[in-house]
């Protein structure tokens, strides 16, 4: 019943895709804008609605739970690669920032561990 899960996927990519690109001429870009991050938020909204209820309950269920999880981090990956194609493109200050945001990201990591570690520890001990 994994195709169940590719039917839903399928479809919020095409709706995500078409308002991505609608919104692109709207501003007069040349470019599909946001329709996959508008995708993914269909298919969270939609794997979750009452009225696929049915769908997610059972087998068919955990195809949809399955292109779920796949979804995510292959759209991710693919954005990813052409930001970087972007950046490259755009100049050496475009790939500063980027060095730079993920540095800091990187940075923070153990300050947001601290603080997760600091809440899990504060309820034990109550």
Do not use: H
């Amino acid at each position: 019943m994994i195709i169940y899960g590719v039917a839903l996927l399928s479809a919020c990519l095409i709706l995500g895709m078409l308002i991505g690109e609608a919104l692109g001429v709207a501003l007069g870009v040349q470019a599909n804008v946001g329709g996959v991050g508008i995708a993914m938020l269909f298919l969270v909204l939609s794997s979750n609605s009452g009225k696929f209820k049915a769908l997610v309950e059972g087998a068919s269920g955990t195809g949809i739970q399955f292109w779920s999880a796949m979804y995510i981090p292959i759209v991710v990956a693919m954005a990813a690669r052409q930001n970087v194609i972007a950046a490259f493109e755009g100049g050496m200050l475009a790939v500063v920032a980027g060095v730079a945001a993920v540095l800091v990201s990187f940075a923070l990591v153990p300050v947001i561990s601290k603080i997760g570690n600091s809440d899990t520890s504060s309820q034990e001990s109550q």
